[in-house]
């Protein structure tokens, strides 16, 4: 996966690539050095903690199973992240 490592509220490093939904990474390297960089992440999806209950057929509880991504390589693209092209309406 490619995109931009930032730092959420909770202090988890996210991975928000060019498209699609932020991916929480985990990883055993000090990502800190890597904010606002773009890169190139390779590993596998691990199963995260749902914030609603598990039990529920509904969309929503789908939607707020969190996605980890087990970072094992980690290559820099670039020092600085594109900003996306503003979107049409």
Do not use: W
Request: charged share 30%; glycine share 6%; proline share 4%.
């Amino acid at each position: 996966m490619r995109g931009c490592i930032a730092r959420d509220e909770n202090g988890s490093y996210t991975l928000q690539p060019q498209r699609g939904l932020k991916v929480k990474l985990n990883s055993a390297e000090d990502l800190s050095k890597h904010i606002g960089h773009e890169v190139r992440v390779s590993g596998s999806f691990m199963n995260g903690e749902q914030t609603s209950n598990p039990n529920s057929n509904s969309k929503s509880a789908k939607l707020h199973a969190e996605r980890e991504f087990r970072v094992l390589k980690l290559d820099t693209i670039s020092q600085t992240c594109k900003l996306s092209p503003p979107k049409r309406k």
